[in-house]
């Protein structure tokens, strides 16, 4: 069993729809969690940080966190079809080493 | 790309052959990590350095080896390399006490 598991979509969506996704994970250590998003043929790119649990929110975009149930989310509102990437999670525990889920694919539809 | 570059971007080579990968960057980053992404398994860590001459193994470090001979350089080399290396290889980086990792653009390998 992988330490992370991501929905890996694709998820399709119209402009201005509200993208759900999210991660769940198994080691309880993890502390420090993050987003990345990745554009085709690119790197990928810090989109969102949280530490611990609670919400963090940046513009239109809002990272859940919820220690409990070891369970992360993030939510993209009015979604643009620049919003067109794969978004991956990614959590560490003091060690700073990622793990990373297998990221999802969405595409914003004009 | 905080100043990180890859070299070859892509490659196609064949079983056996050994291959090297170079990472470079200019932000004088202490922590340097190579990774390869798959479809679905995301990114998975190979190697990753602390320091000049200091490297330590990832979860999948089998069939691969890394140095760092100056801070500016990652190199990652296959030593006979095999089909199951096949992948997008990616370099990133860290500032010591930072969380982000900067990453590169990426290498695309295909072995035949």
């Known amino acids: 069993q992988k330490e992370v598991e991501q929905d890996p979509g694709p998820l399709s969506v119209p402009e201005g729809a509200i993208v759900s996704l999210n991660c769940t994970y198994s080691?309880?250590?993890?502390?420090?969690f993050m987003w990345y998003r990745q554009y085709s043929r690119k790197g990928p790119e810090l989109l969102m940080y949280?530490?611990?649990?609670g919400n963090k929110e940046d513009g239109r975009f809002t990272a859940q966190v919820d220690k409990s149930s070891k369970y992360i989310s993030l939510f993209i509102r009015d979604s643009q079809p620049s919003d067109s990437a794969t978004y991956l999670c990614?959590?560490?525990?003091?060690?700073?080493?990622?793990?990373f889920g297998a990221g999802t694919t969405v595409t914003v539809r004009a | 790309d905080a100043g990180i570059t890859q070299s070859p971007r892509h490659k196609v080579t064949e079983t056996g052959t050994p291959v090297t990968l170079r990472c470079h960057q200019t932000?004088?980053?202490?922590?340097m990590y190579w990774y390869r992404q798959d479809p679905g398994h995301g990114l998975r860590l190979i190697h990753y350095?602390?320091?000049?001459?200091?490297?330590d193994k990832g979860e999948v470090s089998d069939g691969y080896s890394v140095s760092r001979s100056k801070t500016e350089d990652f190199l990652l080399t296959l030593e006979s390399a095999t089909s199951s290396q096949t992948s997008v290889y990616f370099c990133?980086?860290?500032?010591?006490?930072?969380?982000?990792?900067?990453f590169g653009p990426g290498t695309r390998l295909t072995v035949l």
């Open positions: 080691n309880s250590a993890f502390q420090y």
């Open positions: 350095s602390y320091g000049v001459k200091d490297t």
């Open positions: 990133a980086t860290r500032f010591e006490g930072a969380d982000t990792q900067y």
């Open positions: 932000e004088n980053h202490r922590y």
């Open positions: 990614a959590m560490r525990g003091n060690d700073y080493k990622l793990s």
């Open positions: 949280t530490y611990s649990s």
